[in-house]
């Protein structure tokens, strides 16, 4: 790859780059020339200031300051928390966000996102997707945020829903800073990958913040951003396994297979997107010495115009076609008989903003402290035009094909000759057959009140007494609008008006299609024509079309007559209101302080869905309503040891907390159909009574505090989960859970005969046990420690080493206990920082462990592979001015990696809702020009 050859060794062109840079400042230094510039870098909250606030708090946290936000090269804030001790960014495949380079969700601790809490400024942040409790942070820009703290201990005041911990991100205030303060940055991105491609690559970002005082007391603190970037993404999967050995066909688990499995066909996912991100912070804020009044705002928007363009080999279709197991076989091994060539494209967009408002202030009088917030929250996410196309062909039945997927940097195809090569790779086989289309979205708003109240008793052992409560009420909407009847096909028509199977579409070929042609995609593994297609043919085909009745040129029905049950089928709205209420104390025995507490959390909701009965081909429907509410006692003890004259700090504590379920596991459309021949009923619908996961939480830590910035900590932690929901989050898709079907016998009928019948009812259902242990060990320390000539280099790191065990208590499991999803058993963060006179530089990797993220019925579960990645940032000041050049993902390493099973032997198959288990993105350069005063 001719524009990014030179990053494939990033690891020396990173090391060189940093070394240049920390020997170019350490001699400058040494002759004294750096004297000679004014170096004006005000960061606002400072690196020294957060360690110190961690340092000085009851609970086990991490922290991140402004500068350290500013140096990682990063367009949204999940890259930047992720180098936090315990802390990793993930993105899936869901809506195709992986193949934008970018993550979208952080875990704590190996625990999916769902199961933290998320807040602004000190409160709970609305999610609009109904499918997680875990909050989508691409639509926030680091730019915007001064602050980061995870809190791993919380204590009774805090949020209860948060096994694995807090993420709280603050924005700054007009008092974070000496006086006025201004700073503006231009910058300018490419994506190598997409120059490397023929596509648009270049990008462009603006930022200013301006912060200010009038006079001793009030201050103003105002910011907006505006980031675009041209991104490519190629993806590679397999279709689909079959047992390798005929003699194994029948056997279901595939774990026990001697043969193993071999996959039968392999997808080519080509995304081209075009992502913005833009938003602004507003903040006044009121201080004297007893009272301080505050006003906060913040909007942030993410917008992605995304296009996948697949192309697809198929063998063994002779046995697909036939259902025979013998087709699929010859001399006892697969045989790869029949192809099938095929062409998709859908339309990858997306659209979240968030919006957040409060007010309040701080009271202080005698011994007494009030502190009040009211705040107001909306989260939306919409998809406005979700619409895909399909290209088929007749298949041919007389060559082979097989695949081997076990290293998908490099897969091979293997044909029976020219004659099959021919029929899979032209851009004359497959034909355009059909379309489908839908517009989704969901929204939540939400408003909440906070108030504590703080005694500062200083009478013998006891500190102080703290108390309070909060409240806040969401109301929810989600709607996935189908354009055509049941979700079902739009058949292009042949001459005759007929509707057109899809072995024999009407449509025009690939090659026939308007678009671009790729050169060099998938380092060149897909033979056939990777083109681009124009987005617009797809979108004038199905738009003008949307929500009405279609029925081809000689009656059939195309797919028929839209209904509204096509239309509000997949309706949900809801409110959920949660109050809590709490108390704990401050005791301090000497150089120990122990802050024991209880909390307790009300939940309530109320939902409305659309509840669809289809018999004898014809779907009804209605609204219908159901409600559900319980409430969690949460006790906590926070105990932190601090010896006198000593930089060491100790901690322990034990809390109860829980999670809850996902709103959609919890409030989803329900469906009832009939079997028109036995009268058995099947529905499938939301669990109501579906519990919340609850944990007692167990940690330990020491910490070590030395001069110039040295830090070392060691954290031990232990969860032991009850109830537990086998959810992974994934982007933009339906809730994933357990699901467990009840078959009852009720009295119906048969062609009008009374007869005894059975019920199925599917709903999500709560898991068994699980547990995680793990330790942390986080360090900074300063290299001038060790010789002066070193002023300015630190290292920096964090190394995490976790076990998860969980029981699914699916009943195709039979008992077997897998990992926690999401709970990768090594974790690494390392950095070398130069930061002295006007040069700084940051080179940081990060290490991601093997993870589980689904369970299959076949003891193959899926897994994310282990991934990599490498960053650069260097940054030069003269005066008031910053040049400042990054780099991301220097390693050219895949962003996402799903196998079946723990090896990588089986490239994973589709799952989660998006085309992809190999996804490559190439390295992301950037450069830019402040100036501060």
């Known amino acids: 790859m001719r524009f990014y050859g030179f990053l494939r060794n990033g690891v020396s062109t990173a090391v060189l780059l940093s070394a240049a840079a920390g020997l ?30 961690k340092q000085a708090d009851t609970r086990t946290t991490s922290v991140m300051s402004l500068d350290e936000i500013s140096r990682a090269p990063a367009a949204s804030i999940v890259d930047v928390v992720s180098r936090l001790p315990g802390v990793t960014a993930y993105s899936d495949m869901g809506q195709g966000m992986a193949a934008t380079g970018e993550h979208e969700y952080l875990t704590l601790r190996g625990l999916d996102s769902s199961y933290n809490a998320y807040l602004l400024n000190g409160v709970q942040v609305p999610v609009a997707d109904p499918n997680t409790r875990a909050l989508s942070l691409r639509m926030v820009s680091p730019s915007s945020i001064s602050e980061v703290k995870v809190n791993k201990t919380p204590l009774a005041e805090d949020d209860g829903a948060a096994i694995g911990g807090i993420v709280d991100l603050r924005t700054p205030s007009a008092f974070n800073y000496d006086g006025f303060y201004m700073k503006a940055e231009l910058g300018g991105n490419m994506s190598l990958m997409a120059k490397d491609r023929g596509a648009d690559w270049a990008g462009g970002s603006g930022e200013v913040s301006v912060a200010n005082r009038f006079g001793n007391n009030f201050g103003v603190f105002a910011s907006a951003y505006y980031d675009l970037r041209n991104t490519v993404g190629e993806t590679v999967e397999a279709l689909d396994y079959k047992p390798t050995l005929q003699s194994e066909a029948a056997i279901n688990d595939y774990s026990t297979l001697k043969g193993g499995i071999s996959p039968v066909g392999v997808r080519f996912d080509y995304y081209e997107n075009l992502t913005r991100r833009y938003g602004g912070t507003l903040n006044f804020d009121y201080k004297t010495e007893d009272l301080t009044l505050f006003l906060r705002s913040s909007y942030g928007r993410y917008q992605t115009r995304g296009n996948d363009n697949q192309f697809a080999a198929m063998g063994s279709f002779l046995g697909y076609i036939t259902g025979a197991t013998s087709d699929f076989y010859k001399n006892g091994v697969l045989s790869g008989q029949g192809e099938r060539a095929s062409s998709y494209y859908q339309t990858r967009d997306a659209d979240d903003q968030l919006f957040t408002l409060q007010s309040g202030g701080t009271l202080n009088s005698g011994r007494w402290t009030v502190d009040a917030n009211l705040n107001y929250g909306l989260s939306d996410s919409s998809t406005p035009y979700y619409v895909e196309a399909s290209f088929y062909e007749m298949p041919k039945l007389d060559g082979s094909a097989l695949f081997n997927t076990s290293n998908p940097a490099n897969l091979t195809i293997t044909t029976d000759g020219s004659a099959t090569d021919q029929f899979l790779y032209s851009p004359s086989t497959s034909k355009l057959w059909k379309f489908q289309g839908r517009q989704i979205g969901s929204s939540n708003q939400m408003y909440g009140l906070k108030l504590d109240t703080t005694f500062a008793a200083n009478e013998g052992v006891l500190e102080s007494i703290k108390f309070g409560f909060n409240a806040n009420s969401s109301d929810r909407d989600q709607y996935n609008h189908y354009f055509f009847h049941n979700n079902d096909n739009f058949v292009i028509q042949g001459p005759a008006g007929d509707v057109r199977p899809w072995y024999n579409p009407a449509g025009p070929t690939v090659g026939q299609m308007p678009g671009r042609v790729v050169s060099g995609a998938f380092d060149s593994q897909y033979q056939g024509m990777v083109k681009v297609y124009d987005r617009n043919y797809f979108l004038n085909a199905v738009l003008p079309y949307k929500y009405t009745n279609q029925v081809s040129g000689n009656g059939t029905d195309n797919p028929g007559a839209y209904t509204l049950t096509d239309f509000n089928g997949q309706t949900v709205r809801g409110k959920e209101t949660i109050v809590a209420g709490y108390a704990e104390g401050t005791l301090k025995f000497g150089d120990l302080t122990a802050v024991p507490g209880l909390r307790y959390e009300y939940t309530n909701f109320h939902e409305t869905h659309w509840a669809v009965v289809s018999k004898n081909n014809t779907s009804t429907g209605s609204f219908t309503s159901t409600s559900h509410s319980y409430g969690e006692l949460l006790p906590s003890l926070n105990l932190t040891y601090r010896p006198s004259e000593s930089e060491f700090v100790y901690r322990a504590s034990a809390r109860r907390s829980f999670s809850r379920p996902a709103f959609g596991l919890i409030a989803a459309p329900q469906t009832t159909s009939t079997d028109p021949g036995t009268g058995n009923i099947s529905i499938s619908q939301g669990n109501p009574a579906l519990k919340p996961a609850t944990a007692w939480n167990f940690d330990a830590s020491a910490e070590y505090y030395g001069g110039n910035g040295m830090l070392l900590e060691l954290n031990g932690y232990y969860k032991k989960i009850q109830h537990f ?10 809730a994933a859970s357990n699901s467990n079907t009840d078959a009852i016998s009720v009295p119906g009928q048969v062609n009008g005969q009374p007869k005894t019948i059975t019920q199925f009812t599917s709903m999500p259902q709560n898991g ?16 001038s420690n060790l010789h002066e000539a070193l002023e300015g280099l630190s290292v920096n790191g ?10 699914s208590l699916r009943a195709d499991h039979n008992g077997r206990r897998t990992d926690l999803p999401r709970a990768p058993g090594f974790m690494s963060n390392l950095g070398l920082t130069y930061d002295n006179g006007p040069i700084s530089a940051d080179l940081t990797y990060q290490y991601v462990g093997r993870q589980l993220l689904s369970l299959t019925s076949h003891n193959l579960d899926m897994y994310m592979q282990a991934t990599r990645v490498m960053n650069l940032n260097v940054a030069y000041h003269l005066d008031r001015i910053q040049l400042g050049f990054q780099a991301e993902n220097l390693l050219d390493a895949p962003m996402f990696y799903k196998t079946y099973g723990k090896s990588t032997a089986y490239l994973g198959t589709q799952s989660g809702g998006g085309n992809g288990s190999y996804v490559k993105t190439g390295p992301m350069l950037r450069v830019t020009l402040g100036y501060q005063m």
């Open 24 to 53: 170019a400042g350490a001699a400058m230094a040494a002759d004294g020339n750096s004297s000679d510039v004014e170096v004006v870098r005000v960061y606002g909250v400072k690196r020294d200031d957060v360690i110190a606030s």
């Open 725 to 734: 929901i086998y959810t992974s989050t994934a982007s933009g898709e339906s």
């Open 768 to 783: 068994g046990d699980a547990d995680i242990a793990g330790m942390e060990f986080n360090a900074r320390y300063p290299l």
């Open 798 to 807: 964090n190394l995490t080493w976790q076990h998860s065990s969980a029981d």
